[in-house]
């Protein structure tokens, strides 16, 4: 049995488990009835109950608990256990029963008794620590086996609860590490603890560092420097968007990552060759001078050679098709009564015609209304029905889809056909982790429009690509011009960028200009430019000018009017960049909430994060949840609160009730994280949603996040009323600032692979392993990092693989990967790190 961490104030309590009242299928929490045998405090009853976080316990054995007696509230006196133990047998006789008993299968009692004959008293906890002791009793293999595996894991789950609770673990990391390692749990806490901060999400490298310092690792182990190092890639990659980063940015975190966590000083050059062993392990990737996480670098290859694939085979349609298309275009424009425009009736016609096609527009453009135009004439051009309710024993064919609940939603409405967020489309779990392995779903159906596009990251649009079968048409709409997604790449500007791939931009605008100064707004900003009418009031919106500390009244003022106005509050957004700050969006939520939804006396409330949240609160859902069918960045209510100590919760926990346009969803305190108080949203958060009015402050408060992507998403998100507040001067800012392009491959990738229109060559197998080798001290040979990716080899398994060595004179150059950088790309990567803040921040 390990040592349990006893301490001089901890009670013990010795009992037979009566009873699991309650366990929580999530995590190890249980609560349990014990008879009681012996306790080190005063009871005088005969059963008490206890509460913890506890492996498999099971009814009818007999555990010794440490912990201390607690008063609750509701339920009096219960102990509550911080570590357990199953009282394993002590007597002769007792171990001899265990063992001949039904859990190890063929050891008799003849046998149990031969074992405790020869290793006495102690038999089970010798056998636990050294296997070898079965040697000396000649027993069958197949005893051997049955003894030792059932030993191990009636122990095994239990004293990993326990090691994992005594490294401070709460109850939902002990069972996602438990879950993860299953069985080789300790061996990874106690051989390499940093996996945990590689594999788990949630545990940082400082968590695992400190676990590894209680073990005595050496602060100058290998396993310790490449952590650091990984954790600094997967930081550049995560909190900038960017999917490659470079030697310098990576060995500068690193360093700062590891003195921070230990005040012990390491070299330059230590570090540096663990970036290159870490490189050789294959966990990252070098090329050039760009490093990449492994997941990141082959997923921006699957992309190429998955569009490369759908690309390869031509849409099958007869000559006669073909010359019906302009009529047929036009039949659908007389149905919906309009007159398609040049550029929108040649995407349409391109859509048809294409596996791929990419359609890129501001507001008002006519991208639903060319959406509407694909579905109808694939329909007749295919003879389909787009009733589905004649598709009783089939799929749908024509897939509609987009990356949050609420462009799903529009979607639906303005086609009125099913439309499903992408997660839901592959199945996806919101906490799959990138590395969560190949999916095998394939996708059936003849037609895929996504619509949002901007907002799909690598990591989504590999997946859904992978699930594309190559008979699929695949129609990607969205506005390049918004802000990317909130996950590493670029992809929608990545794959316009790239002309070889068939799109169309529109650029005229539909909308009646009459009604809507807002979209000529929106089309200035894009532009460039700030119109002289930005800050005179027109029929849909207006500006107040104030300084940041005047923003709270101004919105109170604003949202009251509105009121007055009879505008419902689901209708009001207000949007800020940023969370901090007199202006920012925590204190204009707490402002909003005391003018909105005020505590009364009568109704309940809950605290959380310094938050409080009341029945009536508008919240902002801040992940994607496909369990509860619920999205990042969808608006909710809460619609009711149900405390622990309630009479009829059964599970006495608390629970916040909300609503999400109709979807009913519990969320226990364990959620609660994935809220947010939602009268002001961040601009980010807002990106595939519209309000009929959005209230919108910016003052030079704001300054490092203020960019022209920014300006022009929030304008774009006011369906028919825009106020703009603030500093006249932070508007002009904001459309000054162009935002710094992620460093993302995907365009080079798709460059080497699919050749453009006309000019398709013999294609060169392509590989991903690339040798490179620094020839000059301080400089990586500059043919390597110049290597055409075309000369190179991709296996087909996909296991791709990095050899860099950068080795200078048997030494590793501390400036490896910095060749060629110049002050200007350490500019770019401080500016990155600068929007980065600004996703981390909404994200
Ligand atoms: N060819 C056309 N003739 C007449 N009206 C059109 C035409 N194309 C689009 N419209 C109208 O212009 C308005 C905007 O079109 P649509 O909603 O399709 O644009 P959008 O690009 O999807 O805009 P948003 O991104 O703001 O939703 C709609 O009222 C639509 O009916």
Not at 127 to 153: G, M, T, W
Request: overall charge negative.
């Amino acid at each position: 049995m390990m040592a349990i961490n006893d301490s001089a104030s901890e009670q013990k309590l010795v009992g037979k488990i009566q009873a699991i009242f309650f366990e929580n299928q999530e995590n190890f929490y249980k609560v349990i009835q014990v008879k009681v045998s012996n306790s080190s405090f005063k009871w005088d009853e005969d059963q008490i109950v206890v509460t913890g976080n506890f492996a498999e316990v099971n009814e009818g054995e007999e555990y010794q608990f440490s912990g201390k007696l607690v008063e609750h509230p509701r339920y009096g006196q219960q102990f509550q256990a911080n570590n357990y133990q199953s009282q394993l047998p002590t007597t002769r006789t007792g171990i001899i029963n265990y063992l001949a008993g039904e859990n190890f299968p063929g050891i008799g009692q003849r046998t149990a008794e031969k074992i405790v004959a020869q290793l006495g008293d102690q038999a089970i906890e010798k056998i636990l620590a050294d296997e070898n002791v079965l040697k000396q009793l000649n027993l069958k293999p197949k005893q051997q086996q049955s003894l030792l595996e059932n030993l191990r894991s009636d122990n095994g789950m239990q004293q990993v609860v326990i090691e994992l609770n005594h490294f401070g673990f709460g109850n939902q990391l002990t069972a996602t590490i438990y879950n993860h390692f299953r069985e080789k749990t300790l061996d990874v806490l106690h051989q390499d603890p940093y996996r945990l901060a590689l594999e788990i999400n949630g545990i940082g490298f400082k968590r695992a560092d400190q676990i590894a310092e209680q073990m005595e690792l050496a602060a100058d182990d290998p396993k310790r420097l490449q952590a650091a190092l990984y954790q600094s890639v997967f930081d550049s990659c995560y909190t900038s968007g960017n999917i490659y980063t470079d030697a310098e940015t990576v060995l500068e975190q690193a360093m700062s990552l590891l003195l921070n966590s230990r005040r012990v000083s390491l070299s330059d050059q230590q570090v540096a060759e663990q970036l290159v062993a870490l490189a050789s392990s294959g966990r990252i990737v070098v090329e050039d001078h760009r490093i990449y996480l492994r997941y990141y670098y082959e997923a921006e290859w699957k992309i190429a050679e998955n569009l490369k694939n759908l690309l390869t085979k031509k849409v099958d349609l007869s000559a006669e098709q073909l010359e019906a298309l302009p009529k047929l275009v036009d039949q659908i424009a007389s149905q919906l009564q309009i007159s398609y425009g040049v550029e929108q009736a040649k995407a349409i016609g391109q859509a048809l015609q294409n596996r791929l096609f990419l359609l890129t527009g501001g507001p008002g453009t006519g991208k639903t209304t060319i959406i509407n135009g694909i579905v109808a004439s694939f329909a007749a051009l295919h003879d389909l029905s787009l009733d589905p309710n004649e598709y009783s024993d089939e799929d749908f064919p024509i897939l509609l889809a987009a990356p949050t609940g609420r462009a799903a939603k529009k979607m639906k409405e303005t086609t009125g056909l099913p439309a499903a967020t992408i997660h839901r489309l592959l199945g996806l779990n919101g906490s799959d982790a990138p590395e969560s392995g190949e999916q095998d779903l394939t996708l059936s159906g003849q037609l895929l429009i996504v619509d949002e596009m901007s907002m799909v990251d690598t990591e989504l649009f590999n997946k859904l690509l992978a699930a594309v079968p190559p008979s699929m048409q695949l129609v990607l709409v969205g506005d390049q011009d918004q802000l990317p997604s909130v996950g590493p790449g670029r992809v929608f500007a990545d794959l316009l960028a790239c002309s070889q791939l068939p799109q169309i931009r529109l650029n005229k605008i539909y909308r009646q200009q009459k009604t809507s100064s807002i979209i000529s707004l929106a089309h200035a900003i894009k532009q460039g430019k700030l119109p002289d009418t930005t800050f005179k009031n027109q029929p849909d919106r207006s500006f107040i000018a104030c300084q940041a500390n005047q923003i709270q009244v101004a919105v109170q003022q604003i949202i009251t009017h509105a009121q007055k106005k009879q505008l419902p509050l689901s209708d009001i957004q207000i949007l800020a960049p940023m969370y901090r700050g007199s202006a920012g969006i925590d204190h204009l939520n707490q402002v909003l909430q005391q003018l909105l939804n005020p505590p009364s006396s009568s109704s309940k409330e809950v605290i959380f994060n310094q938050q409080h949240f009341r029945i009536g609160d508008k919240v902002l859902h801040l992940v994607n949840s496909p369990e509860f069918n619920v999205f990042n960045g969808d608006l909710g209510r809460i619609t009711g609160i149900i405390l622990a100590k309630e009479k009829d919760n059964e599970d006495h926990q608390d629970k916040l009730v909300l609503d999400f346009d109709g979807n009913q969803v519990t969320y226990l305190r364990k959620d609660w994280l994935k809220i947010k108080l939602a009268y002001c949203i961040s601009i980010h958060k807002a990106q595939g949603s519209e309000f009929k009015l959005v209230i919108l402050p910016l003052v030079r408060q704001y300054r490092r996040m203020l960019n022209r992507n920014l300006l022009y998403t929030a304008v774009t998100r006011a369906k028919s009323l825009l106020v703009l507040l603030g500093e006249p001067v932070a508007y002009q800012e904001a459309v000054a600032h162009l935002a710094v392009n992620r460093q993302t491959s995907l365009q080079q990738r798709i460059g080497e692979l699919i050749k453009p229109i006309g000019k398709v060559k013999k294609q060169t197998e392509l590989t991903l392993e690339t040798k490179v080798v620094a020839e000059e001290k301080g400089a990586l040979k500059p043919s390597s990092a110049k290597k055409d990716v075309t000369e190179l080899d991709a296996p087909k398994d996909g296991n791709f693989r990095l050899t860099a060595e950068l080795i200078v004179d048997g030494q590793i150059d501390p400036l490896i990967g910095m060749n060629g950088i110049t002050p200007t790309d350490f500019q770019q990567v401080i500016n990155c790190q600068d929007q980065t803040r600004m996703d981390i921040e909404n994200s």
